[in-house]
């Protein structure tokens, strides 16, 4: 299973950027899909979670300013990212709990990560 990150950049603050992560490979079930992100000299940190359901949960430094979602059928999750602030620039990196057949565990996948500056 690997996975595709794509969509970030350098963007003024307060704007915008989308983030898209999209799963190919041996994939039977995706269970949770999360956005992550690690700035330079910190932890890697939890951004926004969504269930299969579409349950979601977000940071508290990024609630109302972030949208997480995901397409099923494509095996994709997405971050609309607005109202960007200096301190949200860092890699972002997508992770999925995947499947590869009814009968195997659950695996959890990281993509290869995507910068995100914000310049103030």
């Known amino acids: 299973v690997q996975l595709q990150a794509s969509g970030g950049g350098l963007v003024q603050a307060g704007g915008s950027l989308r983030l898209s992560c999209v799963a190919s490979?041996?994939?039977?079930?995706?269970?949770?899909m999360g956005w992550y992100r690690q700035a330079p000299g910190k932890q890697r940190e939890l951004v926004a979670s969504?269930?299969?359901?579409?349950?979601?949960n977000y940071a508290d430094s990024v609630k109302g300013r972030f949208a997480i979602s995901r397409d099923n059928a494509k095996n994709t999750v997405a971050l609309q990212m607005s109202s960007l602030k200096s301190e949200d620039t860092a890699v972002y990196y997508c992770?999925?709990?995947?499947?590869?057949?009814?009968?195997?565990?659950?695996?959890?996948?990281w993509g290869q990560g995507t910068q995100v500056t914000v310049s103030s």
């Open positions: 992770k999925m709990y995947v499947s590869s057949s009814r009968w195997s565990g659950v695996n959890n996948y």
């Open positions: 490979g041996s994939i039977f079930s995706i269970n949770a």
């Open positions: 969504i269930t299969p359901g579409g349950s979601t």
